[in-house]
């Protein structure tokens, strides 16, 4: 059973380019989260996903930003027009079915987002 | 906010200690989970403790879950430079969503 498998590792973009982040959950995951990570701090969570539904995104900035989990394929999250402050490290996590006390998640290895 | 807060930010100690880490947190929770960075890497799952639990194990790891004060800690028993990484607690609430704190740098000399 893969892990969860991020794409790509690292993406360079200039500023006023497009970035799409890809993220296949672990196989049986219906539950996939975004984070994202600046040098030095912890993690800031930006959306929560089911397949097709969005069920929390109050991390994530209103403009530019978007996110989703198709029926079919990976989650992606896109940021439009990228800005310097755009760099930074955005980890998928994903979970199974959440019970009463929720679930392990389990991460991928991040895509690294540098804005030149 | 639930954000989870670690305690210290940082820690030193020598192979062969003990380390404590701790995790208070504002509101109330489905879970608590623990997880391992090293530098520049993905986070590794360590220990997910439910609400309804006071401790749990696993291997050198023990955590401890108090709800009436809303914290949590870690300990790593026996440390090893293998050990040196950044820690993080992370509290689930009834949605399934997981708020991260900012983390405690564990260095482990040999």
């Known amino acids: 059973n893969a892990g969860v498998m991020q794409n790509p590792r690292h993406l360079v973009r200039r500023r006023g380019q497009e970035a799409r982040l890809r993220c296949s959950p672990m196989?049986?995951?219906?539950?996939v989260y975004w984070y994202r990570q600046l040098p030095e701090e912890g993690l800031k969570f930006m959306v929560y996903?089911?397949?097709?539904?969005?069920?929390?995104e109050s991390g994530m900035p209103k403009e530019r930003f978007s996110a989703e989990f198709p029926k079919e394929g990976p989650s992606i999250l896109r940021i439009q027009q990228v800005v310097r402050g755009d760099s930074a490290a955005y980890f998928c996590?994903?979970?199974?079915?959440?019970?009463?006390?929720?679930?392990?998640?389990?991460f991928g290895q991040g895509t690294r987002l540098t804005v030149v | 906010s639930q954000q989870g807060e670690e305690d210290p930010q940082a820690l030193s100690i020598q192979e062969g200690e003990n380390a404590t880490m701790n995790c208070s947190y504002k509101?109330?929770?489905?879970?608590l989970q623990w997880y391992r960075q090293n530098s520049g890497r993905g986070l590794v799952h360590l220990i997910l403790?439910?609400?309804?639990?006071r401790e749990k194990h696993s291997g050198r790891l023990r955590v401890t879950l108090d709800t009436s004060k809303k914290s949590s800690s870690l300990l790593i028993t026996a440390s090893r430079a293998a050990d040196t990484a950044s820690y993080f607690c992370?509290?689930?609430?009834?949605?399934?969503?997981?708020?991260f704190g900012k983390g405690t740098k564990l260095s482990v000399k040999p």
């Open positions: 196989k049986g995951h219906s539950h």
């Open positions: 403790i439910r609400s309804n639990e």
């Open positions: 509101t109330s929770i489905n879970n």
């Open positions: 996903l089911q397949k097709e539904n969005i069920i929390d």
């Open positions: 996590a994903s979970s199974p079915q959440v019970g009463a006390y929720g679930a392990e998640a389990f």
């Open positions: 992370a509290v689930g609430g009834s949605q399934g969503n997981l708020i």
